[in-house]
């Protein structure tokens, strides 16, 4: 076994300051990448800071107590998420997501909550607002979050076994007070609620069929992750990986399982029912199976920089668009300028990593250093 280096982390990731086009008038309503991917989903980091130190996101070797968070001036406003994501949504986002780090960290969050359940489509219909979390705080702010208008939850859960989920969070938390949370949230009508469970091969793929077994029945929609090479803390490696596959097949010896046809585009999960009716599952395929084809998300991080790929190493300051840059002389952009700037970024758009992981640009890509996943969220 190889030794696990783990090299230094902040928050100053390469990006650039997206350019206004003159005539801003000619931007695409409805703009596509360079594979004629549209754009449908947005998601929203609002907090680098979380109370897990799960070893595949947030080692506590690097995340320790004197590692210093972005400060709260340097994170965008609510104001200003409000306001991006108003401008998102015209050129075609549907579905908003929040993460973080751990977004509920994000005092009065429900507040935010709020000011985009009021945001309209072209259509005149809200976003699609839906939460990661894991879990741990769920409890007090489930209804909270319902009442401010958001529609589901998701819950990372990466063990049923107590001892197995303590050790996985490093940080002592036990699994009763996020099987708690999840409670809350279907009782406060978040659902379908469904719960993410990131396998690693030796570390946990014991407690697949006690998840498995343990959300069945309870309309709770479980879903299991490959464990991925995202980022550069994690210290990540092929053989950890358990292919989705494997999952399905230990899953299917214990409860035979059909597949399922996916809800929309771009969808990443592969969905599979129990054939006696106890709900579904779903399996996240993301290094066995690419789903670069498709995907029509972006990524904006608590500080304003966008990312088109959940494996980027570069991203694009939006935050300068929106406040100004006094350093470069740059002023706060108008929403038209705003929107025709985003369409410019999208349309370039040529991402496609988990497609080329194993070939020589693929290989360049992983050398360079790219955007953690506490950073922007899975």
């Not at 409805?30 to 996101?57: A, G, K």
């Not at 210093?68 to 340097?74: G, Q, V």
């Not at 088109?308 to 740059?330: E, N, Q």
Request: proline share 5%; glycine share 8%.
């Amino acid at each position: 076994m190889s030794e696990r280096i783990i090299p230094i982390v902040d928050h100053h990731y390469a990006a650039s300051v997206p350019s206004v086009p003159a005539d801003t008038g000619s931007a695409p309503q409805q703009p596509t990448d360079r594979f004629h991917r549209p754009l449908h989903d947005l998601r929203i980091s609002v907090t680098d800071r979380c109370n897990f130190r799960c070893t595949y996101c947030m080692p506590k070797e690097i995340f320790d107590k004197h590692y210093e968070f972005l400060p709260h001036a340097d994170l965008l406003s609510f104001e200003e998420i409000t306001r991006a994501a108003r401008v998102f949504m015209a050129l075609g986002v549907r579905k908003i997501r929040l993460t973080g780090g751990e977004p509920l960290l994000r005092k009065n969050l429900e507040r935010l909550v709020e000011m985009l359940h009021g945001l309209r489509t072209p259509e005149g219909l809200p976003p699609e607002l839906t939460l990661t979390t894991n879990g741990s705080i769920l409890a007090r702010k489930a209804t909270l979050l319902k009442e401010a208008g958001l529609d589901r939850v998701t819950v990372s859960l990466d063990a049923l076994d107590d001892a197995a989920f303590r050790q996985m969070n490093d940080v002592d938390f036990p699994v009763a007070e996020v099987l708690r949370g999840i409670d809350a949230a279907l009782a406060a009508g978040l659902g379908p609620v469904k719960v993410n469970m990131v396998v690693k091969r030796g570390t946990n793929d014991a407690q697949i069929l006690p998840m498995a077994e343990h959300f069945r029945g309870t309309g709770v929609v479980l879903r299991f992750i490959e464990y991925m090479d995202v980022g550069n803390t994690n210290g990540w490696r092929m053989d950890e990986v358990l292919p989705s596959q494997q999952v399905i097949d230990r899953i299917h010896a214990a409860h035979a399982l059909h597949p399922l046809e996916p809800h929309s585009a771009g969808e990443t999960a592969q969905r599979w029912a129990y054939d006696d009716g106890a709900g579904e599952i779903g399996v996240i395929s993301s290094v066995t199976r690419a789903f670069c084809g498709d995907c029509n998300r972006a990524r904006l991080s608590m500080e304003g920089k966008l990312y088109l790929c959940l494996f980027a190493t570069h991203g694009h300051d939006v935050r300068a668009l929106l406040r100004g840059d006094p350093r470069s002389g740059l002023t706060p952009v108008s929403d038209e300028q705003l929107r025709a700037a985003l369409a410019q970024v999208w349309t370039a758009r040529d991402d496609r990593y988990s497609l080329l992981r194993g070939t020589a640009a693929g290989l360049a890509q992983r050398a360079e250093r790219r955007v953690e996943m506490s950073y922007i969220g899975g």
